[in-house]
Structure formats: structure tokens, C-alpha cells
């Protein structure tokens, strides 16, 4: 059973960076796509951004310019970063594995999540 | 992209069944049938319980099941359980450069 955990801060000050730290158990992350996603209080989810271990990512454009994310796979972890954060970017965080199978049986879904970590902008 | 349409709050008595709507636009949910479907207890991580529309994932009860018509896909629990309180959220691929689009959660409360 594939397990994530997100960790970090809890609060960032406005203008900083947030980072964030997903550590993967009971699987590789090697050969799957990952996710980052948000929810903020009383909206819906909104998918920031994914990455494959290869390096390859791909990032929602509302944020684009604002994301980075890489994986260490020595040690079975993703990482996210938001820049120049805002009282906006106060939200829930969390890090899916993404299934993209185009075409195919597995279709596109998001299959193993981790509970979340509360990051709160705030002076 | 705006976020999918989920009705705020759904209730049932045990043993009924219910229906979450999930209302989208012809570029994601009338578009694709990947659309999926998410089990969330707060606090909790969210679990998958529907893929590609009305496929369940290894160990997902067959109470739950979906369907899609034009740019409105559907939930349904049948045999409501105590157990199935919490909140649900559907996801949709899209063809916008934001790649996903969530839905806005629907409490599910049994009576």
C-alpha cells in the first residue's frame, strides 16, 4: 500500500517561499507521475502542478511562474515550492500519486493521497 | 477554468441511495471520461473511489457507481452506510492548460 506524507511549515510570511516535502512508502516513486494539489477554505481543489522522476513537470499556468517542484528518489521524496507567497496561497496541500494512462484501462485519476499539510500565510 | 458543479450537501437514511452531480463544460467532463471520483473524511487523505467515470478501484464496494451524460457526471451510493459520511469531490481531465479540474465537495450526511 502506497502511503504519502506531507511536511513543512505550517505558517510562511507574506512575500517568503513555502516548501514542502512529500515522502513516499511502499513504493518507488521512480516510475509513477505526482501531484501537487491545494484546497483552499471553502474552494474547490485546485491541481498545481505535476512531475515525473525523469524530471519532467508540467505546472498549472495560474501559478507557473511561481512553482517549482523536484523529486530526490535516493530518498523517495517530491518537493514543492511556492514563491512570493500571499494571504491567497493559505490552503491545505497535498501530493497524489497521478495515474495518466491515455487511451488506456487506467484512465487518469489521482490513486493514493496523503492526509494534507496546512500551510497559513501570515505576517 | 472554473471548478466543477457539486451540489453543497446531500442526506440519506440507511439503506437509501443518492446521487452526487458533478456539472462541467464540453472541454473537460463532456469532453473525456476521465472522471473520477474522491472520498474525503476531513483530516483524512482522499480516497479514490471511481476512475474513467464507473470504473472502481481494487477494494471499492460495488455500492458505488457512476455515470455521465453531456457535461454532467454522476455518483451514486446506493445502500447508504453510516460509513459513507464525508465529503466527495469529483475530478475531471480538461483540455485547458490547467490539465485538472476538482469539483466543489459534497457533504454527504446519513440521517
Redesign the interface.
Known sequence: QVHLQESGPGLVKPSETLSLICTVSGGSISNSYWSWIRQSAGKALEWIGRIYPSGSTYNNPSLNSRVTMSVDTSKNQLSLRLTSVTAADTAVYYCARTILDFGGTSGVSFDYWGQGALVTVSS | QS??TQPASVSGSPGQSITISCTGTSSDVGR???V?W?QHHP??????IL??VN?R?SGISIRFSGSKSGNTASLTISGLQAEDEADY?C?S?TSS?????????TKITVL
Open positions: 471548478a466543477l473525456y471520461n476521465y473520477s474522491y483530516g483524512k487523505a482522499p480516497k479514490l476512475y474513467n470504473n478501484p469531490f475530478g481531465y492548460s490547467t490539465s485538472f479540474v476538482f469539483g466543489t465537495e
